[in-house]
C-alpha cells in the first residue's frame, strides 16, 4: 500500500511522563499528542499493547489481544468515582526516570482492584451497560482471557500445560466448574479490560482529531504460558504433554554472537492452512481495531523462520524452516483487504523475503545506524533508500543514535562525516534530516534521539533479559526547539500533509 509522506515518533506509553510510576492513557499521552501535532508530527508509533512478560518485555504477553492494565489511566476510575483521591497519591518510591516494575505493578494492581471493587458495588446502569456491550463485542477471546488469568494467579509460576489436567487440557466440564469458582477474579479481568479499551478508544479518537494516526506492533510469535496458547494449543507446536518442542529466535546477528533465543512456541503452519488462517485474521482484525498502521515484527519469519531445539541453550543450534509465505497474507488480503502494514524486514534478509513483502506492496524499513561502514552498495544509505520504505535513525532495539556515535568505530563515524557533510557534533540531528531528506514515504524516530540522549536511556538491547524496557521522559527535557525545528523539517520536506492536495 502506499503511504503518503509523513514523519513521526516512536515511544511507547510506557514512557511517558506521569505521577504513578509509569506511564500510561493519562495526562501525559494527551499532552504528548498536542506535542506532536505543534512539531508537525502525524504519526505516533508504539510498541506491542500487551501486557508484560519476562523481563518487561511487550513482545512475550499473556495475550495477543488483551491489554496491559498497567496502561490504564487512574485518575479516570477517580473521574467515574471508583477510586478516591487519597488512593492517587504516588507511591515515595516511585522513579520518575525509570519505570520499576516491582513497585508500579502490585502499586497500580491493587487500584484496580480497589476500582473494580467499587464498580461491582456501585456501577450506574449505563455503566453496566457498556460493560455488557463490550464483553459480547470481544467474547471471541475476552471470556478465555479472563479465565486464564484468573487460573494464572491461582498457581504462580506454573505454565498452563502443568495445571489439572481438565484445566490444561480444557475439559468442558472443567471449565465451567473454574468459572464458577472464579467468577471473582473473572469479573476483575473483564473490568481491567474495559476500562483499558475505553481509555484507548478515547485516546486514539483523540490523535485523530490532531491529525496523529498510530502505528501498532504486532509481533510475529505469542508467549507460550498466554491464553491463546491454552486455548488453541493445535495451532502451536507442542508435544504430547503441551511443552514447547521447539522454540523461536536468530542465529548469530548484529546484537549477539550466539544468536538470539526468544522462546516462544513455533506455529504448526498446516493446522492454520487448513483452517483458512482464521486464526490470523481474527488477531490482524483486532489488532487494526486499535491502530492506525500494523508493524509486522519478523517478517523474514513468515518466509522462513529459525527453530532452536527447546533444550539448546542459545540460538547457534537451530535451522532454517519454510514459514507459511504468500498464502498467510492472501488469505488476511481476501478477508480484510488491502491493509496499511510496515514489514519488519531487518536481519537476514533472502530474495524471498523481499519478494514476499513486494508481492503485497508493504514497505520495509532502513536504519540509518546500520548504513556506514560499508561501501555505496549498503541497503541503509539514504541514495538506496525507496519510497516504499520507513526510515528509521534507530530501533527500540537499538542504541541511542548518540550512544551508537560514541561506540562506532572511527572507520564508520569518519563515512558519517564525508557522507553527510557534517562534524559529528550534533548527530542526532545529523542523522534525523537525512531521514527527512530521504525519498522513503515515512520516517520515524525515537523521541530519544529527538531529545539528543546516550546509552542509558536505551529502550532494548535484544537478548539481555534485565535492566530493559524501563525507560521514561520528562517534559523538563523537552525544550521548545526540539518540536520547532522538527516542525520546520516536516514542511521542508514535505511530511507534514501540507502538499497532500497539490
Known sequence: MKFPRRSGILLHPTSLPGP??????????YHFIDWLHTAGQRLWQILPLGAIGAGNSPYMSSSAFAGNPLLIDLADLQREGWLSEADLVPDTQVNEGRVDYTC??????????RAAQAFAQTGRVEQRAALDAFCAAQAHWLDTYALFMALSEQQPGRHWCDWD???????????VRAQAQHADRIAFWTFCQWRFFTQWQ????????????IIGDAPIFIAFHSAEVWARPDLFDLDALGRVRAVAGVPPDYFSPTGQRWGNPLYRWEAHAREGYAWWIARIRHTFALVDIVRIDHFRGFASYWEVPADAPTAM?????????????????AALGPLPVIAEDLGVITPDVEALRRAFAFPGMRVLQFAFGDDSRNPFLPHRHAPDAVVYTGTHDNDTTQGWWAGAPEAERQHVRDYLGVDGSAIHWDLIRAAYASVADTTMHPLQDVLGLGSEHRMNF??????YWEWRFAWSQVLPEHAARLAQWAQLYGRDGSNDAL
Do not use: C, N
Request: hydrophobic share 40%.
Open 20 to 29: 504513578h510510576g509509569s506511564g500510561d492513557f493519562g495526562a501525559g499521552a
Open 104 to 113: 508500579v505493578h502490585p502499586w497500580r494492581m491493587e487500584r484496580l482492584e
Open 165 to 175: 489436567a481438565g484445566l490444561a487440557r480444557r475439559d468442558a466440564a472443567a471449565l
Open 202 to 213: 478515547r485516546l486514539r479518537d483523540y490523535a485523530h482529531a490532531k491529525g496523529v494516526q
Open 317 to 333: 543450534e537451530g535451522r532454517w524452516l519454510s514459514g507459511p509465505g504468500a498464502a498467510l497474507f492472501q488469505a488476511i488480503e
Open 462 to 467: 535484544p537478548g539481555k533479559a534485565e535492566g
